[in-house]
């Protein structure tokens, strides 16, 4: 399994980014059975958990992202999307994608995608 994160950039506040988190090797109905989420990492700071899918579908979110953010699976493009609006500078970090395939004990982590958002 490899994952490839994409969709990062430079963007002000209040805008809207969507980053893209590609499964290789392996098939969809396991992508759509699977645990997955979203990290981040800001200069000096610990990796944080940004949001969450579950293997059954239910989503989970920092509060700082409550109601801007919204995790989702594309099973036709085997990927995990996370859509970001509302965009404020405090999101800038690093951002990566997760994915622990259901039947393995260890996870998978995406290359890290870099989210600037200038005030």
């Known amino acids: 399994v490899q994952l490839q994160a994409s969709g990062g950039g430079l963007v002000q506040a209040g805008g809207s980014l969507r980053l893209s988190c590609k499964v290789f090797g392996t098939i969809t109905s396991v992508i759509n059975s699977s645990p997955a989420a979203w990290y981040r990492q800001a200069p000096g700071r610990e990796r944080e958990l940004v949001a969450r899918i579950s293997g059954e579908g239910s989503k989970n979110y920092t509060d700082s992202v409550k109601g801007r953010f919204t995790i989702s699976r594309d099973l036709a493009k085997k990927t995990v999307n996370l859509q970001m609006n509302n965009l404020k500078p405090e999101d800038t970090a690093v951002y990566y994608c997760?994915?622990?395939?259901?039947?393995?004990?260890?996870?998978?982590w995406g290359q890290g995608t870099q989210v600037t958002v200038s005030s």
């Open positions: 997760n994915y622990r395939p259901y039947y393995a004990t260890s996870a998978y």
